[in-house]
């Protein structure tokens, strides 16, 4: 299908780590969009990979939620957020991986989630509210990946020295989501 929707897997040796969810995208009509709205109009596409690890299924890795834009997160409540706004109705899809050759995928769970749940809401609130009070207090440059307990803000783009961030939702958080694990 990556084929018949002209969606490149490799390019000059180096995977597209988003194939399978471009494939996905193209397939449903949704076209590839980098904007902060829900790209389903009121509900947001994601794609992870899974792998098994001692017979049982788990997120391989974290998945990027939307970008962060200091200025926008500093001035936004999060009920407000672009992050709220992708997490509200989520529509998760994921397939397993199963090795760097990436031939093809199998989809194996697709589940409609959210922040339906109090104790889920109240913690992606809390890591928002850290994010926005970091760039507040100490500046864009001191947000790392070791903040947030389901929602971590990240660098994201080639290479290391990137300066841009993003929201990512941790493995923790996707195997809450993908109904693998319970809510702690």
């Not at 988003?18 to 947001?44: C, F, I, K, M, R």
């Not at 997120?59 to 200091?70: L, S």
């Not at 109090?118 to 500046?139: C, F, H, M, N, W």
């Amino acid at each position: 299908m990556a084929e018949q929707y002209n969606v490149t897997v490799f390019k000059q040796g180096n995977l597209n780590k988003g194939w399978a969810g471009h494939v996905l995208e193209s397939y449903l009509g949704l076209g590839l969009d980098s904007s902060q709205a829900p790209n389903g109009g009121t509900w947001e596409l994601k794609l992870v990979p899974l792998v098994y690890r001692n017979g049982v299924l788990h997120p391989k890795e974290t998945m990027a939620i939307t970008m962060i834009d200091p200025y926008q997160v500093r001035d936004t409540p999060f009920e407000e957020s672009h992050l709220l706004q992708k997490l509200r109705i989520i529509l998760l899809c994921a397939r397993i991986y199963e090795s760097k050759q990436e031939t093809h995928s199998i989809l194996r769970i697709v589940k409609t989630a959210g922040l339906d749940d109090p104790k889920l809401y109240g913690q992606v609130k809390a890591d928002y509210d850290l994010v926005r009070e970091t760039i507040r207090s100490q500046g864009f440059q001191h947000l790392h990946g070791r903040m947030g307990k389901y929602v971590q803000p990240r660098t994201k783009g080639p290479g290391h020295g990137s300066t841009s961030r993003a929201f990512y939702a941790r493995t923790n958080f996707l195997s809450i989501l993908l109904g693998l694990t319970p809510i702690r």
